[in-house]
């Protein structure tokens, strides 16, 4: 989402930083292209002038110029302005009221309001463990209330019977009744939208919120929407008076701009954003997280909460008892690979590691890409259980028949083969230090620059750790120097844990054994 402003913005700052020392002159010409890159972003007008009046001000002060590394405290001057912009400090969904918790779903038709219901209710019934009601209002949008009633199904989340007929205030009142009946914790209501703001749907908004009276009303708004998002944001918080922002398509390749301004001009926090099609692809919203990865300083806690997240933990035990004996076949590679894409491919990890995100360009480049890992995946499918644990009985014929069965050709995999062989070498010369696998060892490593001890080979247990905890983990990454623009010290610019490498890729820029372009 923020890639085209964080190319923008690492690439004026870098130039900052390179520089000795710093006059009025060159903060100004730095802030102009900074207020550009902000202006192409889509970011509104009044919120890029006074975010460049905030940075000017700061960064022109003597203390800044005449520091000893002026470049380095604009970057700072800038990184927590965009903080303040998005928000100081993250907000999850407030619970606390007497149950049943009523949540008011508003927006825009097709700004993803059905899906994010079920999303947000799959989330609060498996993480929360509350006992969720959903209830459509859409009477308007044929079959939105059996879209709802279908999705309900699919995430185990109780949804309101539906009656023909009835009125979108009468729906909301009987879904508040129903819940206090079946002892629901939370009632979402899935409000009607259209396709621009018009005044019989702000009416029909606020009859809705006189006869339930919720205690949170999310804006669920398409990130891709760019300047009108404010005008948006702002006239449903005038009439309904909403209570924070969910911010959907954020996987997509908008410019970003919708996020940063309509937290500034609403003063409301975003408190969830949708990374994806499925059910569990909804995030909390981390403003320092957001920054730092915009800044290309990467997010080294949420890396860390996905692998806990994603990283099975028997599978990576049973990997490990095979690695210590030096065994590692086509199986467990093909495990590798699918845990490192359910942790958003190479490009969502790197995107993630200080002074990584730079490095995606180059990869993509190698030919290193998730489309390889992808075509890897289909010729390790199309082999027979035998050739999988045996990869020497891949003869010239065998090699025919999954080439033809995958859409690929035998000098596919054969590259597969060699970088198969590379990995299974290191793994015999890792033996006991294999514990895990690739994705583990990787965390691991991070976990243990970051001085952080326990579960999972050297993961902390996130599950255990409250938000506070979270945080500091953050703290911690910066002070053992991996919150730094430009690089991890130490990992030899690699994976850390790993020697700088991911086993038998000898390091990033040409993998061995795989496709140079040129």
Sequence with gaps: MFESLQERLGSILNGLTGRGALSEADVAAALREVRRALLEADVALEVVRSFTDRVREKAVGAEVLKSIKPGQMVVKIVHDELVEM??????????????????????????????????????????????????????????????????????????????????????????????????????????????????????????????????????????????????????????????????TRMDGDGRGGAALSMRAVTGKPIKLIGVGERMGELEEFHPRRIADRILGMGDIVSLVEKAAENIDAEKAAAMAAKMAKGKFDLNDLADQIAQMQKMGGMGGIMGMMPGMSGMKDKLSAAGLDDKLFRRQLAIISSMTKAERANPDLLKHSRKKRIASGSGTDAADINKLLKMHRQMADMMKMMGGKGKGGMMKQMMGGLAGKMGLGGGMGGMPDLSKLDPKQLEALQKQAEAAGLGKPGGMPGLGGGLPGLGGKLPGLGGFPGFPGLPKKK
């Design 86 to 247: 998005l928000g100081s400090e993250g907000a999850s969904i407030d619970l606390n009221a007497p149950a049943p918790v009523v949540l008011m779903m508003v927006g825009l038709q097709g700004s993803g309001k059905t899906t994010t219901t079920a999303k947000i209710a799959n989330r609060l019934k498996t993480r929360d463990k509350k006992k969720v009601l959903m209830a459509s209002l859409d009477t308007r949008r044929p079959a939105a209330q059996e879209q709802l009633r279908q999705l309900g199904v699919q995430v185990s989340v109780d949804t309101l019977p539906i009656i023909a007929g009835q009125s979108p205030t009468d729906i909301a009142a009987r879904a508040v009744q129903a819940a206090k009946l079946g002892g629901h914790d939370v009632v979402i209501l899935d409000t009607a939208g259209r396709t621009h703001i018009d005044e019989p749907l702000m009416v029909e908004m606020a009859d809705i919120k006189k006869r339930s009276n919720p205690h949170e009303i999310l804006l669920v708004a398409d990130s891709l929407t760019g300047q009108d998002a404010v005008n948006l944001a702002r006239n449903f918080d005038e009439r309904v008076g909403i209570t924070g922002l969910v911010l």
